[in-house]
């Protein structure tokens, strides 16, 4: 196992925990807009347990050898205040920010208006650096009112009004076919959103790599399998080894540690691009992902999003969300 273990007393007992040095929060949730304050509670109390959503099995992380946290979120606002004690503790960090416009489409129905969204997105970026604000639109849908012109119209409107503000725009194209949860929700929304064809994903492509350029920020594809490489589209690492090298701070001596373990030895850790850290393999195919722990726990994020894989339906979110309890090794208790 690439994580170090550790051991944690719990009710007086004592019990096996993995350490591992970079953290995701998450993918399966957003912590920042949700569940900031349960965060920094467990942060303080030094581990979580983590269920896996698939066969309900549970694991003790610990973050005593946390030295990096990737953040994923469509409303950061409500953790800003945290940001200033994460800097306090020396761990470094960067956010995913999505930021798409389906507003008229009603796929995302309880985002903030998107004018507040990119208003946040400027005041991050201007806080913490734009190399630690990732720009997602992801993914890309058609349907429900929304064609590829519309989308392009869109992404363009945020794009200008970004462009200073971060380094990367990341996208991705709706996968309905994989996911049951999604099919459901078109259902039940009534909301008859579709994938690109691969011309489609082709031609807008070529158009997001062309505005991009005008904007000088880099484009990248999340986790697909269609190679846009030709028109200067790179395959995305969400968990990023170059960049966190790249941010980590002179005393973040838990990444330090951890990222010069695969750093070939005539190369300094500081300054120079040369950390390969392992892919993540429990990731889907296509995903270019280092090695991180996700600390998030599904149905448990109440954007509620028509193409969101994380939720069964907004009436086991909001029973869910009754329980809620930031004192809890989980967001819900177990």
Known sequence: MIWDKAKLKINGQAVQAIAPAIISASQATDIPAFHGQWFMNRLHTGHVIWVNPFNNQQSFISFEKAGAFVFWTKNPRPFFRHLSKLDELGIDYYFH??????????????????????????????????????????????????????????????????????????????????????????????????????????????????????????????????DLSPLGISHNKCIDDKLLMRICSEKNFRLKSFLNRFIPQQHSLLGEENCTLPKDNGKQPGCGCAVSKDIGMYNTCPHMCVYCYANTSEKVVRKNLTRKNNSSETIIPL
């Not at 796929?107 to 190399?131: D, M, W």
């Not at 691969?198 to 594809?221: D, F, K, V």
């Open 97 to 226: 920010y999505t930021l798409n416009d389906y507003a008229d489409a009603g796929l995302e129905p309880f985002v903030p208006p998107l004018e507040s969204r990119i208003t946040a997105f400027k005041e991050l970026s201007k806080r913490i650096g734009k190399e630690k604000v990732i720009w997602r639109f992801d993914p890309i849908v058609l349907g429900a009112g929304v064609n590829a012109n519309t989308i392009l119209l869109k992404i363009k409107n945020i794009g200008d009004q970004l462009a200073n503000h971060t380094e990367k725009m990341v996208f991705s194209f709706v996968d309905i076919a994989r996911y049951k949860k999604i099919q459901r929700n078109i259902i039940r929304t009534g909301k008859n959103i579709t994938e690109p064809s691969q011309q489609q994903m082709l031609e807008l492509g070529q158009s997001i790599a062309n505005l991009c350029r005008n904007w000088g920020i880099s484009p990248a594809t999340c986790a697909e399998a269609i």
